[in-house]
């Protein structure tokens, strides 16, 4: 079977490789993230229920979430120097199909084009495993933690998307960022390179993903990673939402303050891969789903602004961003070297998935039973309750070193 992710044979190259994937996974996480900024705007415009602004924001997440799958089998095969550059051109007709709808006032061809606009959001299942070819295993935590705060081009989006739309207007913002993606692109096909001791899997795609899923390892990371990681994306899509909803603040102030919980997860991600090549993932996997627990309902008792609500937030973000650099770092060690693209895939999907539901859920439970998002925030609190009794007793113990 061919070793895909063998240990590097130099160093050279590393830094600037994962720094051009990392640039490339935030700009490509900005464009998925397009829509959400915009919600209070698309709810204002089309006279949006609570229930269809929810599935507004949430279709992007679908696809790229589902998306990851056969994308890290493919990166597995072909290797992220190619599928980088791929998926960020293919992302780019939808960021303009997006302004188009938006145009029309067209909420169908907004789900339409929003569903396709999450390609953008498969390159988290390239990055991961082509970063994890470069780094010797000592490192693959540290790694995949930079790597992953990629995931601060939903900071940017939610800070910069109202603010352009404002200074340059709405189908201009979306042409820069079309431009933008595709200049990574180009950038990332002339001077990003695979690793040396990579190679390509020859094995058929299907059997492979076939073969990931009969892990243990791949459902247990994928359960765990569904919670962080989706925990953060329901935020990060729903927060502007949930601000106008319950603090009244209008797009911009509520685009700013989503960006500052986004920043707050993405500054903790590298800290969780860090600190998991140092006392195991399973330890900062454990801490970090007892803070969400604790978190959420705090939040849900809907602490007065703006020290108290705001610190609760950010302090909820650094927890759930310290899960997701916890988890990979789990994978990077415990899966098989010639499955981590598939698995990566597999378990990037559910945590896309993780953050397709809640938003739905928070617009349907919308004062239903507790004030406010209370119904949505207690459930969150269970789950994560859940996943740490998983996170504890459940997951297999497996031999590499810190995976324990």
């Not at 495993?129 to 295993?137: D, G, K, L």
């Not at 195991?280 to 454990?286: I, K």
Request: glycine share 12%; aromatic share 12%.
């Amino acid at each position: 079977m061919t070793e895909t992710t063998a240990a590097p044979t130099t160093t050279t190259g590393q830094m600037k490789n994962l720094l051009l994937a990392t640039g490339a996974f935030a700009i490509s996480f900005w464009a998925w993230n397009m829509i959400a900024p915009l919600g209070v705007r698309y709810t204002e415009q089309l006279g949006l229920s609570s229930n269809q602004k929810s599935l507004l924001v949430a279709i992007p997440v679908l696809v790229g979430s589902l998306g990851r799958v056969p994308a890290g089998a493919l990166t597995d095969r072909f290797g992220g120097r190619l599928m980088f550059p791929v998926l960020m051109l293919v992302s780019v007709p939808f960021v303009l199909l997006v302004a188009f709808a938006g145009n029309q006032d067209s909420y169908g061809l907004l789900l339409l084009f929003g569903f396709f606009l999450g390609i953008a959001g498969t390159t988290f299942a390239v990055g991961i495993p082509f970063v994890n070819a470069w780094f010797e295993p000592a490192r693959r935590g540290f790694a995949t933690g930079l790597f992953g705060a990629g995931m601060g081009g939903t900071a940017l989006s939610a800070f910069f998307t109202p603010r352009f739309v404002e200074w340059f207007g709405y189908t201009q913002t979306h042409a820069i960022i079309a431009v933008a993606l595709a200049a990574v692109a180009v950038l990332c096909w002339f001077t990003m390179r695979d690793a040396p001791a990579w190679s390509p899997s020859t094995d058929p795609v299907v059997p492979k993903l076939a073969a990931a899923m009969r892990l243990p390892v791949t459902w247990q990371m994928a359960f765990l990673y569904a919670v962080v990681f989706g925990g953060f994306v329901a935020f990060s899509t729903y927060l502007p939402t949930y601000l106008k909803d319950i603090y009244d603040f209008d797009l911009t102030a509520a685009g700013t303050r989503t960006a500052g919980f986004a920043i707050a997860a993405v500054v903790a991600r590298p800290i969780g891969g860090v600190l998991s090549d140092r006392v195991g993932p399973r330890t900062v996997v454990a801490t970090s789903l007892t803070g969400t627990a604790v978190l959420a309902v705090v939040v849900a008792l809907q602490p007065p602004l703006e020290l108290p609500a705001g610190l609760s937030f950010v302090t909820l973000a650094f927890f759930l961003g310290l899960g997701t650099g916890g988890v990979f770092a789990w994978v990077a060690q415990a899966a098989p070297a010639a499955r981590v693209g598939s698995v990566t895939g597999i378990v990037g999907a559910a945590g896309g998935l993780g953050g397709f539901f809640p938003p739905l859920v928070m617009g349907a439970t919308y004062t239903l039973v507790f004030p406010g998002y209370g119904l949505g925030l207690a459930l969150l609190a269970l789950v994560a309750s859940g996943a740490l009794a998983s996170t504890l007793l459940g997951v297999q113990r497996h031999t590499p070193q810190h995976a324990r």
